[in-house]
């Protein structure tokens, strides 16, 4: 838009987990993956980041450095520890009041755009844009509409309050960014989303990272047989990333060919996430139930070197979730040159694509059928891993930083063109009554 100031510095919100924790375990995911590599891109683009996050333990420092260009910024809201996803409700509006002392401590017009992710940031996004008379871009990451349709037997519905919540952060965005085309029209068809201000943004996998490489080597580093049939599953242990499915395909693999028994290991990398199957044992109660203790290896959460070993290491990585906005774990493993089956559901077949195997449904004897086709057939994993390398090509996280400063761009420009665009956000009128 020509005129339009350029945007110079991003409120990033990340209420309910910190950009600093390891991804992998109790609520730090995907999204804190996706924060800090975006964060630090804009950065390396001249765009100041500052990332709102709640402090979770006591002493922490206010601000944290990422890299220069991206600060860190712990808000107290609600006690440090002991206090679960579903009580921040609760906490919004003293981390709202928060944010909003940061800013009154700036100089004024400081932040030109507010950036949210997941609907509790959408909240406070909402209100901090409104008052700044900023655009608000916000990144849903997951849906509780979505993850209400395909629960997992025995897991929690999300509730009404978080369903309603995050409609409210739908009418109130400028922009809303949706990982795939999918994930776009759930929005829209289920929280009846404006489709204009809806954009798709792909996420990225970090290509210098995770590479292929040497499987042996690999394999020596982490204490694995050179000879076995790895199947790897990583993330947060929790019903709806159900890792249980894997174990029980392995187990009815193992019932079929017995001969297998000396030479397979199914490795579980991650922490607990939340409860049910997050409860530490309940996983490896589970394994001795099928018998296959012996070939199942827990492993804490890893770092991203160690991890792109993992992938290395591997002969597949299941990725057997109930709903997945996206499944950076499924781009990350191919991008290391290891095919994926996956649950053909969500973002799944585009992160997977044509280079691994889709499943539908949780079955059991479908998974241990799909992976033993994995495993035994080398000519077909030699042929999946070469077309894996070349799909996850196509996701970096340059590419979706650059997609989201087109996306900050077009949204401060609409601001700016449209004082009526403005005044509806002020006066809280929905778009819709203006023509
Ligand atoms: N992850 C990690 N170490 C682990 C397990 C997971 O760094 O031990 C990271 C993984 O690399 C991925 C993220 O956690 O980037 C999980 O993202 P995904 O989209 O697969 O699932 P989400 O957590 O968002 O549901």
Same mark, same amino acid.
């Given at each position: 838009m020509p005129g339009a100031a350029p945007i110079r510095r991003v409120a990033m919100? !990340?209420?309910?987990? !910190?950009?600093l924790e390891q991804p992998g375990t109790g609520d730090a995911g995907g999204l804190n993956v996706y924060v800090v590599e975006v964060a630090k891109r804009l950065a390396a683009r001249g765009i100041e980041v500052e990332v709102f996050t709640r402090a /979770? /333990? %006591?002493?922490? &420092? &206010?601000e944290v450095e990422l890299v220069p260009g991206v600060q860190v910024r712990h808000v107290t809201a609600g &006690? =440090? +520890?002991?206090?679960g996803k579903e009580d921040l409700p609760g906490q919004l509006c003293a981390f709202a009041a928060g944010v909003m002392r940061a800013e009154a401590a700036r100089? +004024? %017009?400081? $932040?030109d755009l507010v950036h949210s992710h997941y609907w509790l940031s959408g909240q406070v996004g909402w209100l901090a844009a409104d008052r700044w008379r900023v655009p608000l871009v916000h990144t849903m990451h997951t849906m509780a509409r979505v993850k209400n349709i395909h629960l997992a037997k025995g897991d929690t519905p999300e509730p009404t309050g978080r369903e309603i919540g995050e409609a409210q952060v739908v009418e109130a965005a400028d922009r809303l960014v949706a990982n795939t085309d999918g994930e776009a029209r759930e929005l829209i #068809?289920? =929280? #009846?989303?404006d489709p204009a201000r809806v954009r798709v943004v792909p996420p990225g996998v970090d290509l210098g990272t995770f590479t292929p490489g040497d499987a042996a080597a690999a394999r020596a580093e982490l204490g694995l047989p050179a000879d076995a049939h790895v199947l790897l599953f990583v993330g947060r242990i929790q019903p709806l990333k159900a890792p249980d499915v894997l174990l029980k395909a392995a187990a009815d693999l193992l019932a079929r060919r017995p001969a297998l028994r000396e030479h397979l290991v199914v490795a579980v990398v991650g922490g607990p996430s939340g409860t049910g199957l997050a409860k530490p044992k309940a996983l490896q109660k589970l394994a001795d139930r099928l018998g296959i203790t012996p070939q199942v290896r827990f492993v804490p959460p890893a770092a991203r070197e160690r991890l792109a070993q993992w992938y290395r290491a591997a002969d597949l990585v299941a990725v &057997? !979730? $109930? !709903? +997945?906005?996206? %499944?950076?774990v499924a781009v990350e493993a191919q991008a290391c040159g290891t095919p994926v089956v996956a649950a053909a559901v969500g973002g799944l077949p585009t992160a997977v694509g044509d280079s691994g195997i889709l499943v539908d449904g949780h079955d059991t004897t479908d998974w241990s059928h799909a992976i033993e086709s994995l495993i035994s057939d080398p000519a077909l994993r030699a042929d999946l891993s070469r077309t894996a390398v070349r799909h996850a090509a196509q996701f970096s996280w340059d590419h979706t930083t650059e997609r989201l400063v087109e996306v900050y761009a077009e949204a401060h420009a609409a601001r700016t063109a449209s004082p009526i665009e403005d005044a509806r956000v002020l006066a809280g009128i929905p778009a819709a009554v203006i023509p």
């Open positions: 919100l !990340s209420v309910h987990t !910190s950009p /979770t /333990t %006591g002493g922490l &420092p &206010p &006690p =440090y +520890e002991g206090l100089p +004024e %017009g400081w $932040y #068809d289920l =929280y #009846d989303a &057997p !979730s $109930y !709903s +997945e906005s996206f %499944g950076l």
